[in-house]
């Protein structure tokens, strides 16, 4: 009795966890226990899945109050955290939760729920709010990729919450937002097809716009150089500073339109030639170790244009058809953007890997299975959709056209550096470097990418409206109207590939890494089940009720022989 009281009272004072699940599901990565060791002040966690939820959102709210009582577990004094619904009202206001969430950016998902006097609608907000002294930051607990909600998605997001939760705080903690310059100068687009692209950027990042012609190298504070687009040819001195500011940790992220193809072209007449900028980039990317080919990339997984197939000029008749050069695009099960959706493109360039040693690749964003290569100069003609594509010509699978660079990188200039180009560097305090301690870059071969359109707005004299990267604007009412032909796509994903690569390219490699743990979903073998069905029920019901049985009767067996009077 001494020894159980002396075990209950040390297990009150004293806490321990072991976690025996093979993928470690309750351990926190190092880099989360030095975010939760380092912090210097309270952390409130706002989690809004509070209510009547189908059994997977169950699960995730379940699961996200396990993980938080990890963070607590490891500092209980500064983690506080509570569960809201999104249909109370706030504190001193009659504002709803789920409207000021709405204004932070977060994406409600609209379920039916299925109660004892019918069914209800239900607005489902699968994120948290973290503050951390004046700041805050949402946190998306539910990335879903599919836009269909699935156990298998549910199982993802469980997977990525320590990774939402530390870069959250990370973000939060930092005394310095990580900076970012778009590169402008080489007619790369400053009008209003950035706008979704600087809103979302700025948000976390100190984002500047930068002109290469004119700074003499990159200027200290950027950690991230993005060059969107470019048209117009670099030079020499301009590959020499962007050379430069890798050599010296600086990170790249290129999204490069090697050719000009423009679907505007097409506006025009029914046909275009596609052919090469000519950037003067292929030597310095040959370096690092790739190449964007001056190809297209077409596919049978495409989004759709508007094409006349009939009528006349007073009234056409026009139908939504698959646009072979519109790839969409998937990322597998990469670390830097796992369980990431479709990302669209227009045009895109695939991408070849060059040997370079101590230099390791992996593509991001690849085609789907059914696609193909075209070399250019090609001719480019909206009469293709009159007829189906041939399938026999789409064969290639995973064409590349986004890659992750990482490694240390030799300069170009390297033995060939000329002494002006010295003079250049040492007038402004630098120092010519050859090469690269540990770096990495991202190189994506189409431009269109992170670049957003404009759909009608309400009113006579109203402007066209942005939309979101990536969304079709031919097809962007349909997904508001949420119509039957809405069912047939799935909002693109390419804000969140941007954000994904600008995260990874800024934040700590060991907070990153914690995307890449993955929970197992251990799911019974359907055919298996139906097939041996009364066999195991047999097992598990009647079996051993006969085994209680069974042994009951020994028993009494024993008992009579044991006090039968001999």
């Known amino acids: 009795m001494v020894i159980l009281f002396g075990i209950n009272y040390l297990a009150s004072v004293f806490h321990a966890r072991f976690d025996l699940t093979k993928e470690k599901r309750y351990t926190l990565s190092k880099a989360t226990k030095d975010l939760l060791k380092n912090l210097d002040d309270d952390v409130q966690i706002d989690v809004f899945l509070k209510g009547e939820f189908p059994a997977g959102f169950k699960k995730l709210a379940s699961s996200t109050n396990e993980f938080l009582g990890l963070l607590k577990d490891r500092n209980g004094s500064k983690i506080h955290y509570r569960f809201i619904s999104p249909q109370d009202e706030m504190p001193n206001s009659r504002t709803l939760y789920g409207d000021s969430l709405v204004g932070m950016g977060a994406v409600p998902i609209n379920l039916t729920v299925q109660k004892k006097a019918g069914e209800s609608s239900n607005i489902i907000f699968p ?313 990495s870059m991202i190189i994506v071969g189409d431009g269109d990418i992170v670049l957003n359109d404009f759909v009608p707005s309400n009113g006579p004299n109203s402007q066209p409206a942005p939309i979101q990267m990536g969304w079709n604007k031919y097809t962007y009412t349909e997904y508001l109207k949420q119509s039957e032909f809405a069912r047939l796509f799935v909002p693109a994903a390419n804000r969140e590939f941007l954000l994904s690569c600008v995260e990874y390219l800024t934040n700590d490699a060991s907070i990153s890494a914690t995307r890449n743990k993955d929970i197992v979903l251990r799911l019974l073998d359907s055919q298996k089940v139906k097939a041996q069905r009364n066999t195991w029920q047999f097992i598990n019901i009647a079996l051993p009720i006969l085994l209680i049985l069974f042994f009951g009767w020994i028993y009494q067996q024993v008992r009579k022989r044991k006090y039968t009077a001999t």
Not at 314 to 340: D, T
């Open 127 to 439: 994120v948290a709010v973290m503050h951390y002294k004046d700041r805050q930051a949402l946190v998306n607990l539910y990335p879903g990729a599919s836009g269909r909600i699935t156990q298998e998605e549910i199982n993802s997001a469980e997977a990525l919450m320590e990774y939402q939760f530390a870069k959250t705080l990370n973000k939060l903690t930092e005394i310095q937002k990580p900076g970012i310059a778009y590169s402008i100068g080489n007619g790369e687009p400053v009008d209003g097809r950035t706008y979704d692209l600087v809103q979302t950027l700025s948000q976390d990042y100190e984002f500047r716009i930068l002109n290469l012609n004119e700074q003499p190298r990159v200027p200290e504070g950027v950690n991230v150089l993005l060059i969107v687009k470019p048209t117009l040819q670099f030079t020499e001195e301009e590959k020499l500073k962007m050379d430069q500011f890798v050599m010296n940790g600086g990170k790249l992220l290129c999204f490069i339109d090697d050719l000009i193809a423009e679907q505007d072209s097409l506006a025009i007449k029914p046909e275009t030639i596609a052919y090469d900028r000519n950037l003067n980039l292929t030597d310095l990317f040959f370096r690092y170790g790739i190449r964007i080919n001056p190809d297209l990339v077409m596919d049978l997984q495409c989004d759709l244009i508007p094409i006349v197939v009939g009528g006349n000029a007073e009234n056409p008749q026009m139908e939504f058809l698959h646009w072979n050069y519109y790839p969409i695009l998937s990322s597998g099960n990469n670390k830097l953007n796992k369980n990431l959706g479709y990302v669209t493109s227009h045009f895109a360039n695939s991408i070849d890997t060059i040997q370079v040693a101590g230099v390791r690749k992996q593509p991001l964003l690849v085609s789907s299975s059914n696609s193909r290569r075209i070399s250019t100069p090609a001719l480019i003609s909206l009469n293709e959709n009159k007829n189906t594509p041939e399938d026999d010509k789409f064969k290639q699978n995973a064409i590349p056209v986004a890659m992750l660079l990482e490694g240390k990188f030799t300069s170009l200039y390297r033995n060939k550096i000329a002494r002006s180009q010295m003079d250049s560097i040492a007038k402004y305090g630098g120092t010519f470097k050859e090469s690269s301690a540990e770096n």
